[in-house]
T-cell receptor, first 113, second 114 residues
Framework: GAGVSQTPSNKVTEKGKYVELRCDPI?????LYWYRQSLGQGPEFLIY????????DSGLPNDRFFAVRPEGSVSTLKIQRTERGDSAVYLC???????????FGPGTRLTVL | GEDVEQSLFLSVREGDSSVINCTYT??????LYWYKQEPGAGLQLLTY?????DMKQDQRLTVLLNKKDKHLSLRIADTQTGDSAIYFC??????????????FGAGTTVTVRA
């Protein structure tokens, strides 16, 4: 595709539910990143994939958060037992290689009621 | 640490120049970026500068880097209403073991008034 795409654009869920957020990176980009953006803040790093493997997951806030990229392209961010504090915009970005310029998707706005 | 700081708000008259400032602490930064975010949208890459450069110009955008003072600025010439958005400064710092991490400021909200 022409750019990074993310689905859904909006997700409303209830506290305690499980959600999956999907990211489709730019074709050919080996590196994929997830960020979380709270209101009035800049994006905060969650996890980085190089190919299929999570090379750095140091930004995941706790073990309720998990992400996969099984074929080295599309990635899914999974949040278990959602809490109201998980409400934020989740941004995905990709880059050709690790230290290259990152291009961002439109984000998924998650609201936990 | 890798702190990035920006002023939070800027109001500018249409047609004037806007200058958005950013300071960072990480001396290992290789690239520094400016991203633009419009309401409800993701981050759009505006421009970037390599750390060994002092200035980069791209149409209405001019980026100035003072590496000694770790100060980055973005100047937008002839500011238009479509330039109203949040602008994020970001630095791609080396964290060791071939690891780079992009760190963002909190964003500067630019409002263009007629």
């Amino acid at each position: 595709g022409a750019g990074v795409s993310q689905t859904p654009s909006n997700k409303v869920t209830e506290k305690g539910k499980y959600v999956e957020l999907r990211c489709d990176p730019i074709s050919g980009h080996t590196a994929l990143y997830w960020y979380r953006q709270s209101l009035g803040q800049g994006p905060e790093f969650l996890i980085y994939f190089q190919g299929t493997g999570a090379a750095d997951d140091s930004g995941l806030p706790n073990d309720r958060f998990f992400a996969v990229r099984p074929e080295g392209s599309v990635s899914t961010l999974k949040i278990q037992r959602t809490e109201r504090g998980d409400s934020a915009v989740y941004l995905c970005a990709s880059s050709l290689l690790r230290a290259d310029t990152q291009y961002f998707g439109p984000g998924t706005r998650l609201t936990v009621l | 640490g890798e702190d990035v700081e920006q002023s939070l708000f800027l109001s500018v008259r249409e047609g004037d120049s806007s200058v958005i400032n950013c300071t960072y602490t990480d001396s290992s930064s290789t690239y520094l970026y400016w991203y633009k975010q419009e309401p409800g949208a993701g981050l759009q890459l505006l421009t970037y500068i390599f750390s060994n450069m002092d200035m980069k110009q791209d149409q209405r955008l001019t980026v100035l880097l003072n590496k000694k003072d770790k100060h980055l600025s973005l100047r937008i010439a002839d500011t238009q209403t479509g330039d109203s958005a949040i602008y994020f400064c970001a630095e791609n710092g080396y964290r060791g073991s071939n690891d780079y991490k992009l760190s963002f400021g909190a964003g500067t909200t630019v409002t263009v008034r007629a």
